[in-house]
């Protein structure tokens, strides 16, 4: 490898040097090992030896110019001994902090050690005191001391083994600092002599700088003395300025006092004209009053007048027509003859008026013309001779006399007299007409004189006029126009077209509406435009659409088409954003302003863009309407100029004079144009006088009509209009003298120029002067300027130009600084001394306080304003608090002169204050993962605007806008956030300083608590896609656990401020959602275990807001409620007309009572539900408008330490709130593009409780209402559900509605819920199918499915009740059928009876029945419905018709028409006689012989009474064990039967014979006599116990007789059978 031969300069090598000195090396003390040196360190110590070796061979060496090899040697040696240096000083410190570890090691072993043996100590002594707890406790407490100590040994050996390392470390470069020591010697000697170097170049270099230093103070001195020269000319020169002003002031000194008076004089007479002029107010405001009132009693009386005179004419009405019906004629039509009358009457009169006020207009021009012919004559040479014959004019007068003669009481002749003799000279009016217009007037009046008179209808006047025949074929013909049928359907037809070529264009849900393409520029303007010329111009259409669009040319406006051309070429279909070019071309013809449109139509509708073309104008008007001189001394002069400024495109002739002079231009005007703008401006006044002139005759002492205008006039302070060629100036007084124009004061102004006028001012006398000017031009469409100009005349010595000094506004503690200018025009110099208002000396100061003004000169007076906070306490009446105004009177005392001279300075002074609200800031625990804001607001209480700006903020805070810089306006109040983010868990405590632009400093005071929660989110923000109404949007994200260890040098722990950490372990978490969010997060709550994380997913599903779905509902409600009102007040006024008036009117009466009242809307409020008809006939309408929503939710997370399932049932988890996890989420909600339209918009459909094994169909309707076609798939269904989609479809068009059919057939009793979902490329509709299988859950009140109804006389009937209950939750259908009434009753009777077939069963379901053939059992009701939860009734009634044992019947409950879900056997039991007896064995067949048994009579039925058998069985068991026997019981019923009959006995007896013989055979009877109520039962008990004779080999068989005695006697043989038995 080569050698680089570049050379470097010792300069640099030793920056080099330094730099590498410079570096830091870092090292872990911890795990420091003796790490090999760098790549080169060993050769560097090869190098090293060698040049040691050099050094020893001999000096020759040393003397070798330096290369750069040696020179990179040398740096690598001493980069490796600062290396070596610093691993020696690191490694020192880390040894001398390993051994003080170490010593701290050995001395907690120590404490340890004795902690041990005390507790050993205390161990011993509680176990001596048998003090187990104690005992137990200090082993504890020993067992955590001995594995701290074992801790700490382990410590120990590690820090040992450690410190050895580090020693061997520190050897080894002690050893090889050794090698280098020869090469540090050697460098450090190199090193004091570059220093010496250094400092002789130092030297050299210093007295360089001193030379330099001596030839800039020279040059410095000669400027010195240069600038005191131009100084000194300076204040000649200003001198000699003060001399004039001095000279200035002296002259307009002795013009003072008598200014002062005129000004007090003139304030005098102004108060007396301002009470004067209130006075006419009050008296013109009383006499408005009293007009007001007059005109309100002749109002009143005209209408009593009118309302008169109508009654008249009516009452005349009435009498004419009872006249005309009296003779039998037609009523209505003689009113519709008169009426017609009247109207022609009325139209006749307008007419005739209408010619008299022309014939009067025609006069009255006639006489003007006349007078200007005068006019014309006297400035013309004489008239020429007449000519022969009639003229016009001649024909016209003759025609008015002869009018007048007939028509009017006064003649035209002697009215042209008397005109003529009381206006011999022509007046203002006459002159002012235009002769143009009159002859135009004349010319269109025909020569014949029977024009004039007759009407304009031709033989409207004649009383012979027959109305006008129409021919048939002139009615055949059609009109010009067409018929108005042919227009209908050109109308329509023209309609379909553009409707044809006009579509609307949506994109994206969206509708485009406004204006298509847009125009740049907007208005296409030619202005000033010149005839003959062409103009042309170029716009740019540009597509405002949503998609491609088309843009064709209509044209421009029928007026514009001579003059405008457009060029436009279809530039076919044209993108969004897209333009084309259109070139307009004007060619005037005529100087007139045109406007218009150009039309365009679009594909989405037509549009226009403005046209307008403007002549050449003048557009004159003045820099200043107030000149204001100011004051000036009598004698002086002084000039100011005022600027005529022409910004159009046309120029004219100007002309300065007074306002009270009149100046007419050289050309005069168009008299056409003076005509129309005198009439239009005194049109009504004009009437007026001519309406005078025809109705009456002209009084010499009247004022003439020309008086009339000019009154008006010269009211208005309008200048009178006299023709006149030159110009009529009044008579001059003392104060128009004083202000005068230049020499210029007419000429001509060009387009776009300007003209400066002079205007001098030359006091004369003392006081204000004020004088009014005005500009005319030559162009009568250029308006008169008007302006004027003053100045104030003062004759005192001393005086102060600016009256009042304002010093704007002024901040408190601010100084502000102002020069007052004090100008004299004595001939003498003057001792002035400037004086402040006590109460102002504190804060104002004028400095000098005196001084000495020389002759004809000015004196600058500096003015110091410092105002302090204790202004508005010291100033008193000189500020106003309220606007904070400060007027101070300053005096000037002049020496020799009584009174002083006085300005005023006036300021508004305001604080620089800014206002923090609030000024103490608490954020409140804040995570690391979040910030939190906050609004400041920040108010300017100073009446000037002020910069701010918060500086040094700490790098976890932020302010927002504008960083925190910015300005604020006067008395404005900002809103500012302040925005805090934490970056570690501590507390935190700081100051916002917030600045103004004078160094201001307020402070806000801040505290926060920072937050390392355990856990953290893998996102704290989700942004949901748009999703549509009703639908469903799933994201997903973790909460994790990083907390591992507790170790915080690996990772900072999780804790809440500088409280503990967090320990290591389960963390659980709950989200918390607010309440009715469209939000659902699962699971909600969980458990994450360190190291893991858990998923969680966040649901998104819009739906429309309670309050505003039943806000919809609501109106529903009250549309429906009113529309029913509405047809039941209809029907209500139709049935009204049949009742008489009374009834009416008390239906009127009642009809408010109906209205709804605020408390009724809140009960209907109630009422409504979500599943009510309205309510989801609301939801579905307002879904179908949906226009979009978004919203912003943050949802809370709370973290808690522990698991959730180690908690107990009832015992929550303590979740902090500082723990507290933030989710954003953004939820952007859009309209569906399919709308259910069946089952009011609601997507749940609900089948209901459908009983198991039955079927239901429900089908629902969905529309289309996106703009285009949707394909349509559906998702799978469970195949193994009861849920069946009938009818699926692919497709779905644009607005097209489709109807699904599903299925529900539950196998099971079990409520089923599944989703179908209807999914499209823009969304998907799910729809929720449920319904619940419901078996029939039916109990029964009867115990053991059987009812006895007991026992009841024959032919008697009693009835019981029992009860199913319905405990499902479906409406059940029931039928209750009898068996003895079935159609299967005939098959079973063809069987065998049941006590042949079966020994268990002897009796037949269905027992004895009626001999009547009607049923022995009956029940009510027979069918019905049953609702869930409720209980139905049942009544059985057993009417028996003879005696028998064995009534019964089995009941049949059917539900559903076929399924048999309960039988109730039906028992009973008749009696002849009231008593009855039950018990003992059976003896005979429970089935009726088919003989009939006679009935016998009473008598004979007591004959043959027999005595009915009873077999009571008794059976001792006998046991082969000691124990005890019971005996054997049998028991017998004795009842007697509840009766409606009336019977002599109310009770039945009964009683036993031979009980004692009974006894001796071992049976005990109890009881064996006694008496039974009615309805009651009475047990005989009987027991049995072998006798000691008692031979168990043969059964003991004995009778007995029991008698009953009730309505009749009864007698029983009870035959007792008793058997031992043995036991198993």
């Known amino acids: 490898m080569e050698e680089p031969t570049a050379q470097f300069s010792d300069e640099e090598l030793m920056d080099n040097f330094l730099a590498m000195d410079d570096e830091r090396i870092q090292l872990e003390a911890p795990e420091f090992e003796v790490e090999p040196l760098p790549v080169g360190f060993e050769d560097a110590t090869a190098l090293g030896c060698s040049c040691l070796a050099k050094e020893e061979e001999g000096n020759t060496a040393k003397m070798k110019k330096t290369t750069i090899k040696d020179k990179v040697e040398a740096f690598h040696l001493r980069k490796s001994l600062n290396l070596l240096d610093k691993l020696h000083e690191e490694k020192d410190l880390f040894i001398q902090k390993t051994r003080g570890e170490l010593r701290v090691c050995r001395q907690r072993m120590d404490l340890l050690n004795k902690q041990q043996e005390s507790l050993a100590a205390e161990i011993s002594a509680e176990r001596d005191a048998n003090n187990m707890a104690a005992m137990s406790r200090l082993q504890a407490a020993s067992r955590r001391l001995h594995t701290e100590l074992e801790n700490e040994k382990d410590l120990q050996s590690k820090i040992t083994a450690m410190l050895k390392d580090s020693e061997n470390a520190m050897w080894h470069i002690e050893i090889q600092k050794g090698q280098f020591e020869d090469f540090r010697k050697r460098n450090e000697e190199e090193a004091e002599a570059r220093q010496r170097s250094l400092e002789i170049h130092a030297a050299q270099q210093l007295q360089k700088e001193k030379e330099t230093l001596e030839r800039v103070e020279r040059n410095r001195l000669l400027r010195a003395r240069k600038s005191l020269h131009v100084q000194k000319e300076l204040g000649q020169k200003h001198q000699k300025l003060v001399e004039d002003a001095q000279r200035n002031h002296r002259i307009a000194v002795k013009f003072l006092k008598a200014s002062l008076g005129r000004i007090r004089e003139r304030e005098q007479e102004e108060e007396m004209e301002s009470r004067k002029h209130m006075k006419r107010r009050m008296d013109a405001v009383l006499a408005l009053k009293n007009s007001i009132t007059a005109s309100r009693e002749t109002l009143k009386k005209f209408q009593a007048w009118g309302q008169s005179r109508a009654e008249l004419a009516k009452q005349k009405a009435l009498t004419e027509k009872e006249v005309i019906l009296a003779q039998g004629g037609d009523a209505f039509k003689h009113l519709v003859h008169q009426r017609r009358h009247q109207e022609l009457e009325a139209q006749k009169r307008a007419f005739e008026e209408e010619q008299k006020l022309r014939k009067q207009e025609i006069v009255s021009r006639i006489l003007k013309e006349e007078a200007e012919e005068e006019n014309r004559k006297k400035k013309q040479h004489p008239p020429s001779k007449a000519t022969d014959g009639w003229t016009l004019r001649d024909k016209t007068w003759k025609y008015i006399s002869d009018f007048c003669e007939g028509k009017t009481a006064m003649p035209a002749s002697h009215l042209l007299e008397n005109e003529i003799a009381l206006h011999p000279k022509p007046t203002c009016l006459l002159k002012a007409i235009s002769s143009e217009s009159m002859q135009m007037d004349l010319g269109s009046i025909s020569t014949e004189e029977e024009v004039l008179a007759e009407p304009d209808i031709p033989g409207l006047w004649s009383k012979e006029y027959k109305t006008h025949q129409v021919s048939k074929k002139d009615m055949e013909q059609k009109p010009v126009g067409g018929t108005k049928m042919d227009k209908d359907i050109l109308a329509r037809t023209m309609e379909q077209l553009r409707s044809g070529v006009v579509h609307k264009q949506v994109v994206s849900g969206r509708e485009f509406k406004g204006r298509p393409f847009n125009s740049k520029p907007e208005v296409i303007h030619f202005k000033d435009f010149d005839i003959g010329k062409v103009y042309k111009k170029k716009i740019t259409l540009i597509n405002a659409t949503y998609t491609i669009n088309y843009c064709k040319l209509v044209g421009v406006e029928e007026g514009l088409k001579d003059f405008i051309h457009i060029d436009f070429d279809p530039p076919g279909p044209m993108s969004a954003g897209m333009s084309c070019e259109v070139l307009v071309t004007f060619k005037p013809m005529i100087n007139k302003d045109l406007e218009g449109n150009v039309s365009f139509l679009a594909q989405t509708g037509s549009f226009s863009v403005p046209l307008k073309c403007s002549t050449k104008k003048c557009s004159l008007s003045l820099d200043k309407e107030l000149i204001e001189f100011g004051s000036y001394v009598v004698g002086e002069t002084t000039s100011r100029t005022i600027t005529l400024t022409n910004v159009g495109g046309l120029g004219t002739r100007f002309k300065f004079l007074l306002d009270s002079e009149f100046f007419e231009m050289e050309e005069p005007q168009p008299i056409m144009k003076i005509s129309s703008l005198y009439t239009c401006e005194d049109k009504s006044l004009y009437e007026k006088i001519i309406t005078s002139l025809s109705e009456q005759q002209l009084d010499i002492n009247e004022s003439s009509p020309v008086d009339i205008p000019s009154r008006k006039e010269s009211e208005k302070d309008e200048t009178e209009i006299v023709p006149a060629a030159s110009v009529i100036t009044m008579a001059p007084s003392e104060?128009?003298?004083?202000?005068?124009?230049?020499?210029?004061?007419?000429?001509?102004?060009?387009?776009?120029?300007?003209?400066?006028?002079?205007?001098?001012?030359?006091?004369?006398?003392?006081?204000?002067?004020?004088?009014?000017?005005?500009?005319?031009?030559?162009?009568?469409?250029?308006?008169?300027?008007?302006?004027?100009?003053?100045?104030?005349?003062?004759?005192?010595?001393?005086?102060?130009?600016?009256?009042?000094?304002?010093?704007?506004?002024?901040?408190?503690?601010?100084?502000?600084?102002?020069?007052?200018?004090?100008?004299?025009?004595?001939?003498?110099?003057?001792?002035?001394?400037?004086?402040?208002?006590?109460?102002?000396?504190?804060?104002?100061?004028?400095?000098?306080?005196?001084?000495?003004?020389?002759?004809?000169?000015?004196?600058?007076?500096?003015?110091?304003?410092?105002?302090?906070?204790?202004?508005?306490?010291?100033?008193?009446?000189?500020?106003?608090?309220?606007?904070?105004?400060?007027?101070?009177?300053?005096?000037?005392?002049?020496?020799?002169?009584?009174?002083?001279?006085?300005?005023?300075?006036?300021?508004?002074?305001?604080?620089?204050?800014?206002?923090?609200?609030?000024?103490?800031?608490?954020?409140?625990?804040?995570?690391?993962?979040?910030?939190?804001?906050?609004?400041?607001?920040?108010?300017?209480?100073?009446?000037?605007?002020?910069?701010?700006?918060?500086?040094?903020?700490?790098?976890?805070?932020?302010?927002?806008?504008?960083?925190?810089?910015?300005?604020?306006?006067?008395?404005?109040?900002?809103?500012?956030?302040?925005?805090?983010?934490?970056?570690?868990?501590?507390?935190?405590?700081?100051?916002?300083?917030?600045?103004?632009?004078?160094?201001?400093?307020?402070?806000?005071?801040?505290?926060?608590?920072?937050?390392?929660?355990?856990?953290?989110?893998?996102?704290?923000?989700?942004?949901?896609?748009?999703?549509?109404?009703?639908?469903?949007?799933?994201?997903?994200?973790?909460?994790?656990?990083?907390?591992?260890?507790?170790?915080?040098?690996?990772?900072?722990?999780?804790?809440?401020?500088?409280?503990?950490?967090?320990?290591?372990?389960?963390?659980?978490?709950?989200?918390?959602?607010?309440?009715?969010?469209?939000?659902?997060?699962?699971?909600?709550?969980?458990?994450?275990?360190?190291?893991?994380?858990?998923?969680?997913?966040?649901?998104?599903?819009?739906?429309?807001?309670?309050?505003?779905?039943?806000?919809?509902?609501?109106?529903?409600?009250?549309?429906?409620?009113?529309?029913?009102?509405?047809?039941?007040?209809?029907?209500?006024?139709?049935?009204?007309?049949?009742?008489?008036?009374?009834?009416?009117?008390?239906?009127?009466?009642?009809?408010?009572?109906?209205?709804?009242?605020?408390?009724?809307?809140?009960?209907?409020?109630?009422?409504?539900?979500?599943?009510?008809?309205?309510?989801?006939?609301?939801?579905?309408?307002?879904?179908?408008?949906?226009?979009?929503?978004?919203?912003?939710?943050?949802?809370?997370?709370?973290?808690?330490?522990?698991?959730?399932?180690?908690?107990?049932?009832?015992?929550?988890?303590?979740?902090?709130?500082?723990?507290?996890?933030?989710?954003?989420?953004?939820?952007?909600?859009?309209?569906?593009?399919?709308?259910?339209?069946?089952?009011?918009?609601?997507?749940?459909?609900?089948?209901?409780?459908?009983?198991?094994?039955?079927?239901?169909?429900?089908?629902?309707?969905?529309?289309?209402?996106?703009?285009?076609?949707?394909?349509?798939?559906?998702?799978?269904?469970?195949?193994?559900?009861?849920?069946?989609?009938?009818?699926?479809?692919?497709?779905?068009?644009?607005?097209?509605?489709?109807?699904?059919?599903?299925?529900?057939?539950?196998?099971?009793?079990?409520?089923?819920?599944?989703?179908?979902?209807?999914?499209?490329?823009?969304?998907?509709?799910?729809?929720?199918?449920?319904?619940?299988?419901?078996?029939?859950?039916?109990?029964?009140?009867?115990?053991?499915?059987?009812?006895?109804?007991?026992?009841?006389?024959?032919?008697?009937?009693?009835?019981?009740?029992?009860?199913?209950?319905?405990?499902?939750?479906?409406?059940?259908?029931?039928?209750?059928?009898?068996?003895?009434?079935?159609?299967?009753?005939?098959?079973?009777?063809?069987?065998?009876?049941?006590?042949?077939?079966?020994?268990?069963?002897?009796?037949?379901?269905?027992?004895?029945?009626?001999?009547?053939g009607q049923s022995v059992f009956s029940v009510a009701p027979v069918e019905g419905l049953m609702y869930p939860g409720k209980a139905q009734e049942f009544t059985v009634t057993f009417s028996p018709d003879h005696e028998s044992l064995y009534f019964s019947d089995l009941l049949h409950v059917v539900l559903f028409e076929k399924k048999v879900f309960h039988q109730i056997l039906l028992k009973g039991a008749a009696r002849e006689h009231m008593m009855f007896v039950e018990g003992g064995d059976p003896l005979d067949v429970p089935v009726e012989s088919l003989t009939v048994i006679p009935a016998l009579d009473t008598e004979h039925r007591e004959e043959a009474e027999e005595i009915k058998p009873i077999l009571v069985t008794l059976n001792y068991v006998q046991f082969d064990t000691d124990t005890p026997i019971p005996p054997a019981t049998r028991e017998l019923q004795v009842g007697c039967i509840r009766t409606t009959q009336p019977s002599p006995r109310k009770t039945v007896e009964f009683s036993l014979d031979g009980v004692a013989w009974l006894q001796h055979k071992g049976f005990s009877i109890e009881p064996s006599r006694a008496s039974v109520e009615r309805g009651q039962t009475k047990t005989i008990s009987i027991s049995w116990v072998p006798p000691a004779d008692f031979d168990p080999d043969h059964p003991l068989m004995v009778s007995t007789l029991l008698q009953l005695r009730g309505d009749g006697k009864e007698t029983y043989k009870v035959i007792f059978v008793a058997q031992v038995v043995a036991g198993i």
């Open 735 to 1412: 104060e128009q003298a004083e202000i005068t124009l230049g020499e210029v004061t007419e000429g001509e102004i060009g387009p776009f120029s300007s003209v400066k006028i002079p205007i001098i001012f030359t006091p004369v006398i003392p006081g204000e002067v004020q004088t009014k000017f005005k500009v005319m031009f030559k162009n009568s469409q250029c308006p008169t300027l008007y302006f004027r100009a003053t100045g104030i005349a003062v004759d005192v010595p001393v005086w102060v130009p600016r009256a009042t000094v304002d010093l704007k506004i002024c901040m408190y503690d601010r100084l502000y600084q102002d020069s007052i200018i004090v100008h004299t025009r004595s001939k003498a110099a003057l001792r002035l001394k400037f004086e402040v208002c006590k109460e102002l000396r504190g804060h104002i100061e004028l400095v000098p306080e005196t001084g000495y003004i020389q002759a004809q000169s000015s004196y600058s007076v500096q003015l110091k304003f410092l105002p302090r906070h204790s202004l508005p306490e010291d100033a008193g009446k000189y500020f106003d608090e309220n606007s904070r105004v400060l007027e101070a009177p300053m005096t000037i005392w002049v020496a020799d002169q009584n009174k002083p001279v006085g300005f005023t300075v006036q300021a508004v002074v305001t604080t620089s204050d800014l206002e923090i609200s609030p000024l103490e800031i608490n954020f409140g625990y804040c995570t690391i993962y979040e910030a939190i804001r906050t609004e400041i607001s920040l108010s300017n209480l100073s009446l000037l605007p002020q910069e701010f700006g918060f500086v040094g903020l700490p790098k976890y805070v932020d302010i927002q806008p504008n960083d925190g810089f910015g300005t604020i306006l006067p008395l404005e109040t900002l809103q500012l956030d302040v925005i805090f983010q934490p970056i570690k868990a501590k507390e935190y405590r700081f100051e916002l300083i917030c600045k103004s632009e004078i160094n201001r400093c307020f402070k806000v005071s801040c505290q926060a608590v920072g937050v390392h929660p355990p856990l953290e989110l893998s996102h704290y923000q989700i942004k949901f896609s748009a999703t549509a109404l009703c639908g469903t949007t799933v994201s997903r994200l973790y909460v994790i656990n990083s907390h591992l260890s507790m170790n915080k040098l690996t990772h900072s722990l999780p804790r809440i401020g500088s409280e503990e950490a967090t320990p290591v372990g389960p963390t659980s978490f709950e989200f918390l959602p607010p309440p009715n969010s469209p939000i659902t997060i699962s699971p909600s709550v969980g458990t994450v275990l360190p190291g893991k994380k858990c998923l969680v997913q966040v649901v998104f599903q819009p739906v429309l807001p309670h309050e505003v779905i039943l806000k919809e509902a609501m109106q529903i409600l009250n549309k429906e409620k009113e529309n029913k009102l509405f047809q039941k007040e209809t029907v209500q006024r139709k049935e009204t007309w049949k009742p008489s008036m009374p009834v009416v009117r008390v239906h009127n009466r009642d009809r408010p009572t109906r209205a709804s009242t605020p408390h009724t809307q809140e009960l209907h409020r109630q009422e409504l539900s979500v599943s009510s008809n309205e309510y989801q006939a609301a939801q579905a309408n307002l879904a179908r408008s949906f226009q979009g929503k978004f919203d912003r939710i943050v949802v809370p997370c709370v973290v808690a330490s522990g698991d959730i399932k180690d908690r107990k049932e009832l015992e929550p988890l303590s979740f902090s709130p500082h723990n507290t996890l933030y989710l954003e989420l953004w939820c952007p909600a859009v309209a569906p593009s399919i709308v259910l339209t069946s089952n009011k918009g609601n997507s749940v459909l609900n089948f209901g409780d459908i009983a198991v094994g039955h079927r239901s169909i429900k089908k629902i309707t969905f529309q289309n209402i996106s703009p285009e076609d949707l394909a349509l798939e559906f998702s799978v269904l469970s195949p193994s559900g009861p849920f069946v989609l009938i009818n699926p479809s692919k497709k779905l068009c644009s607005g097209e509605s489709q109807t699904l059919a599903l299925s529900f057939s539950p196998r099971e009793s079990t409520q089923v819920q599944e989703i179908l979902d209807i999914i499209t490329k823009r969304d998907t509709l799910s729809l929720t199918l449920t319904g619940t299988g419901v078996a029939s859950m039916i109990t029964c009140s009867i115990e053991g499915n059987i009812l006895n109804m007991g026992y009841v006389l024959a032919r008697e009937s009693v009835s019981t009740t029992f009860k199913l209950q319905n405990e499902s939750s479906l409406l059940i259908k029931f039928w209750m059928q009898l068996e003895s009434l079935s159609r299967k009753r005939d098959e079973t009777r063809q069987q065998l009876p049941k006590f042949l077939t079966s020994r268990e069963q002897r009796t037949e379901i269905v027992g004895t029945q009626n001999h009547n």
